[in-house]
């Protein structure tokens, strides 16, 4: 046993340790080859990639103190990605196989010795509750197309130009295979009596009368030419899926065991049996702690943060330039041509922040909407009535609003950022990286770690 430890210790080494925690060079290596593969823009040398590994170590060692690994919905959401990668694992192509002529069995069974018809028809309406003057009348015309068609009126022109059934009516009177069962027990009857070729005289149902035409009697193709056809059935029904639950829970029962513990145990049996699926596995575990913690240390952190947001902007307004004019304000389109100006009036000397409440409740607060507004810090080829109006661009291309013919722009255009929502966006983003970086450096303080040079040098011989 020692002489076994030994030997997996030398194929698999620890190339560092962060928190204490000793990791193997496999994990490094599969993380590494799986983020700096040939469709990467920024491919990554092994060193640089030690960093980014070990920041991404220090993010989970944080969700983990912070306990998010015990929260309800994060085990839910982990197990429900970690079994969809087990499951299909456990259908073999035999299952596969099993399935397919169990559907196709059952299909023939189920259409019987009659196979399918393709039918056309014509339909004239008569409601179920209609005049006996009425039946009568829908009778006559009925017998009136039949006749024709006798006498070698087209069918498929007639039921383009007589059928009441939209649908089929443009195909000729066209509704496709059938079989037993699938249409009105009336219809189903004088159909399947037909001969090929054959068109039946007026035939009352439940909706009217209906001519019907016989294109075709077929048996139920063979199982090798449907084969296909019924496997991508089975893959667009996750049928592959539902065998997998099935067997699992076979597998619990069994066993005695929880469905959940099953696919435990599972993933437990396949981590040992394949590095690759462990790491996979541990990669959903880790990846799910890392949204979470990094939502609530930086992203959501700083997004809602709007104090913080505008100290920063403060400090850095500098930095903040454009390398053109922008226009600030709306662009907007009106029914009436005296709202043009009532628009530019109600917003006057008010903060830009309050002008879509303003135009809400002034101009939009019944179900008749007055005006249509698109507001903003444009640049040039955002909107075509801003680049027009504001920027001079003569062949700008105007969108044309139905009902709101009138167009107009009001607000001012500016060469640098006036305030912190001009650039919104940026400096949320630039904050929230400001905030990254002071968080790696408390987690670095709070997390050691070491590196195994020696085993980070034969990583290298991969790449």
């Known amino acids: 046993m020692v002489a076994s430890c030994a030997m997996a210790q030398d194929a698999d080494p620890v190339i560092m340790t962060i928190n204490g925690k000793p990791v193997l060079r496999s994990e490094f290596v599969y993380s590494y080859n799986k983020n700096n593969g040939e469709d990467v823009i920024d491919h990554k040398t092994v060193e640089e990639y030690v960093e980014l590994f070990v920041n991404y170590k220090r993010k989970v060692e944080a969700a983990l103190d912070a306990h998010l690994d015990t929260l309800t919905s994060y085990n839910k959401e982990f197990r429900q990605y970690r079994d969809q990668q087990l499951l299909p694992s456990l259908v073999s192509n035999d299952d596969i196989e099993k399935e397919t002529k169990k559907i ?18 014509i339909l004239l309406r008569v409601p179920q509750n209609a005049e006996e ?16 068609i006798m006498k070698g009126a087209d069918f498929a022109e007639l039921a383009r130009t007589k059928s009441e059934d939209p649908g089929s009516a443009r195909n ?19 159909a399947f009596a037909l001969k090929d070729g054959e068109v039946s005289k007026p035939v009352l149902s439940e909706v009217g009368y209906h001519i019907i035409k016989m294109i075709e009697h077929k048996q139920f193709p063979p199982f090798d030419s449907v084969h296909q056809d019924i496997l991508q059935f089975i893959e667009k029904r996750n049928i592959r899926d539902a065998i997998a639950r099935e ?39 880790d990846g799910l702690l890392l949204y979470e913690i990094s ?31 922008r226009f600030k304000g709306i662009a907007y389109h009106t029914r ?128």
């Open 104 to 121: 196709y069995d059952q299909t023939a069974k189920r259409i019987g010795p009659d196979g399918l018809v393709d039918v056309a028809h």
């Open 133 to 148: 003057d009425d039946k009568a009348k829908a009778e006559q015309r009925a017998d009136s197309i039949y006749n024709a």
């Open 172 to 190: 000729g009177g066209r509704i496709g295979q059938i079989e037993h069962g699938q249409t009105l027990e009336v219809f189903d009857k004088a």
């Open 247 to 285: 067997r699992v829970k076979n597998m619990a029962a069994a066993a005695g065991k929880t469905e959940m513990e099953m696919m435990d145990a599972i993933a437990d049996s396949a981590s040992v049996a394949d590095a690759d699926t462990k790491y996979l596995i541990k990669e959903y575990h």
């Open 295 to 325: 939502n609530r240390e930086v992203w959501e952190k700083a997004a809602q943060d709007t104090k913080g947001q505008e100290a920063f902007f403060k400090k850095n307004k500098k930095k903040y330039t454009w390398d053109a004019p």
């Open 336 to 463: 009436d041509i005296a709202d043009v100006e009532a628009v530019k009036k109600s917003l006057k000397g008010k903060s830009f922040d309050k002008w879509v409440d303003i135009l809400r409740t002034t101009f939009n607060k019944d179900s008749v909407l007055r005006i249509r507004v698109e507001k903003g810090v444009f640049k040039k080829g955002d909107n075509g009535l801003v680049d027009k109006n504001e920027f001079g661009v003569a062949d700008a291309k105007v969108k044309e609003i139905k009902d709101f013919p009138n167009t107009a722009t009001y607000g001012k255009v500016i060469k640098t950022p006036e305030e912190m929502s001009d650039v919104k966006a940026a400096v949320i983003a630039d904050y929230q990286d400001a905030m990254e970086k002071d968080w790696l450096k408390q987690l670095a303080a709070r997390y050691p770690f070491t590196l195994n040079k020696e085993v980070l040098a034969t990583v290298k011989e991969e790449k």
